[in-house]
């Protein structure tokens, strides 16, 4: 049950100005916090983060750039400070609909899985709002990583929406 988890997003902020406030209004009001990590950016997106309303945002700031996994690896060790139960990983530029959030989360409340990952490719309506050259790349990196991994059945690899709970986090070596 939702309700009884103490459930974190994180989101990586680097020249998503543009996007980040309505990417924060989006996220559904079944979250306890919002840890938005601004990566060095050019554009101060945590300073614009941190004008939300909305009280369960949560701005670190890095003072050298580390790049989307370095960003991650805050936004999970702020998490875990927080005892958040289940962190998901969501883009500061809108991209990723949040509406499917509670569908991305339910296998880990269930206790079926730790770890799940969205797939862009099960929808075939976003599917033809991606611009061609993005699908092209997402397509060709993923048949790369199926290829090298011998994952042929994984979907959608390249895919940053994710969750995961506390037990996997807690083996990762976030150092």
Not at 103 to 108: D, F, N, T
Not at 120 to 130: E, S
Not at 145 to 162: F, L
Request: charged content about 25%; proline content about 3%; glycine content about 8%.
């Amino acid at each position: 049950m939702i309700k009884n988890k103490n459930i974190a997003v994180v989101v990586p902020s680097y020249k998503v100005s543009k996007h980040i406030l309505q990417v924060i209004n989006d996220i559904p009001k079944f979250i306890n916090h919002v840890i938005v990590i601004d990566d060095k950016c050019p554009q101060n997106s945590g300073m614009i983060a941190e004008s939300s309303d909305d009280k369960r945002v949560i701005v670190c700031y890095h003072e050298v750039n580390q790049g989307v996994g370095g960003a991650v690896v805050t936004g999970y060790k702020k998490a875990m400070e927080l005892g958040a139960d289940i962190v998901v990983k969501i883009d500061g530029d809108g991209q990723m609909d949040v509406n499917y959030m509670q569908q991305l989360i339910e296998p880990l409340i269930d206790g079926k899985a730790d770890y799940t990952k969205g797939n862009r490719f099960a929808d075939f309506k976003a599917l033809r709002q991606m611009p061609k050259i993005r699908l092209l790349g997402n397509s060709g990196l993923s048949f790369l990583v199926k290829a090298s991994s011998g994952y042929w059945n994984m979907m959608d690899p390249t895919n940053g929406y994710t969750a995961i709970n506390k037990h996997a986090l807690g083996e990762l070596d976030l150092k």
